[in-house]
């Protein structure tokens, strides 16, 4: 099979001749321009039997149920074509980023029906797909389309060996060591961040929609394990993209939203408006249950769960009494408020201490109360006190791992572009502003995915 070349965010890349979704992508120099092939209103219409075989089930959910397929002989390119045009999208490949070859995709399959093809477009998991980019450690989308036979929507994405639940599960109590448990929640913040990057947040984080492999089978040898993975176990990667919402949606979200485990004080306490802490408040959850294999807030229904976040983190309530020490959890004026409106009082209980929550002696000192800290500045009572993705990443406990990576990359992408500038004339400068702000206003006015997302949001056709 000859080599193609496909142009992708500026660049051509040669496209290996394999039978993997996941070739080396190479950039090679071009001036042809590329219009995203989603840069539009309506999702492609096709016939899902022509390209996958069906293989098994994966599980079934509210949006509707995951398959396991195999790509058929002689689609792998198109495919990748398709992928190399989705500039800015969850399924624009990742530069310099080479799994293990496989044929196997895994597909969800959406249960309702539509009422036309434009309104599939407004489904919240699409919107997320065509807003956000690429990134290690989110799960790769390889195809979005709607199957022609039965009309329903299908998301084509990468397959993973488990979720992190199940791994847990598994080990029958052998915990993480302290460099494993790092590295697995280096890798789950570093999702989050990047969707809070994106102006998105998940809202449903939890051990069963973070997916997990072990390293060597990801990337299928020692060899290729990127130098930033060396020292982890673990390939982890953020999935189900279903609830999340952009920060600009002025809607009135639902209180039923993510696994009640998961759910922070303000999504309990029935708040209209919430955000990026809903997600800082899960991993906080998250890196507890991950470092002692137990559920930090396992609640039997609404009023329970409650009840074991005041045993938890104290009252919220300001007392005007020096000798009391302020609760794990802080104060928050707004919820005995809220939670009268709701028929009950918060009574006023001490809440417990953050050793007591993680008992993990086995951690070198400074690392456990560095991990304290990060833990304690995820559960806090107020949302406007939780810690940003951004500070818990530059925490020392999360030196020398994927983030800091990230970070030195990102810095160095940052300091080529302002040295690229330097070198330019003015008149190369001011030619380059006009066609930048050309651009911006040209994708303003005819891209329906990033400049429309307050409108999608707002749109009747999905719910929050």
């Known amino acids: 099979m000859s080599d193609l070349v496909e142009n992708c965010s500026g660049h051509t890349f040669a496209l290996p001749a394999s039978d993997s979704l996941n070739p080396v992508w190479n950039p090679i120099d071009s001036k042809e321009e590329i219009i995203p092939y989603y840069d539009r209103l309506e999702l492609p219409v096709k016939l899902a039997e022509e390209k996958y075989q069906v293989v098994g089930g ?18 792998m390119q198109s495919i990748r074509k398709n992928m190399c045009r989705q500039v800015g999208t969850l399924m624009e490949p990742i530069v310099n980023y080479q799994r293990a070859p496989t044929q196997l995709v895994a597909i969800k399959i959406m249960i309702k029906k539509l009422h036309s093809v434009a309104d599939y477009s407004r489904v919240k998991e699409v919107n997320f797909i065509l807003s956000v980019s690429s990134h290690p450690n989110l799960v790769q989308i390889y195809d979005v389309f709607i199957d022609k036979m039965f009309l329903k929507l299908h998301i084509v994405m990468e397959t993973m060996n488990q979720n992190l639940y199940q791994l847990m599960k598994t ?15 280096a890798q789950l913040l570093a999702a989050i961040r990047h969707i809070h990057r994106s102006k998105f947040f998940h809202r449903d984080i939890k051990p069963e929609n973070i997916l997990v492999m072990p390293t060597v089978t990801f990337y299928g040898s020692k060899e290729n394990v990127p130098p930033s993975m060396k020292n982890c176990t673990y390939v982890i990667k953020l999935a189900d993209y279903g609830l999340a919402r952009h920060v600009s949606n002025n809607n009135t979200f639902t209180a039923y939203v993510s696994t009640r485990w998961y759910r922070s004080p303000e999504i309990l306490l029935r708040k209209k408006k919430y955000s990026f802490p809903v997600d800082i408040w899960a991993f906080g959850c998250v890196a507890v249950e991950t470092a002692t294999f137990n559920p930090l807030l396992p609640g039997q229904n609404e009023l329970d769960q409650t009840w074991k976040v005041l045993e938890l983190l104290g009252c919220p309530e300001r007392i005007n009494c020096p000798e009391i020490k302020e609760p794990l959890g802080g104060y928050w004026d707004e919820a005995q408020p809220l939670a009268a409106k709701l028929g009950f009082c918060l009574p006023k209980l001490p809440g417990t201490s953050i050793s007591h929550i993680l008992p993990r002696k086995d951690i070198p000192r400074t690392e456990r109360y560095q991990l304290y800290e990060i833990v304690k500045s995820c559960l806090t009572w107020d949302a406007g006190l939780r810690a940003k993705a ?32 330097s070198n330019l004339g003015e008149k190369e400068l001011s030619t380059m502003k006009t066609k930048k702000m050309d651009n911006i206003n040209l994708k303003e006015n005819t891209n329906p995915v990033s400049s429309k997302i307050n409108q999608i949001d707002g749109s009747a056709s999905s719910t929050n």
């Open 58 to 75: 994966l599980g079934t959910g509210s949006f509707g149920s995951v398959i396991l397929a195999k790509i058929k002989n002689g689609y």
């Open 171 to 185: 080990r029958k109590g052998s915990l993480f060591s302290p460099p494993t448990l790092k590295n697995i929640l």
């Open 390 to 421: 951004e500070i818990l990443a530059k925490s020392l406990y999360f030196q020398n791992t994927v983030l800091t990576e990230e970070d030195k990359l990102r810095y160095q992408k940052g300091c080529a572009f302002i040295n690229s500038l």
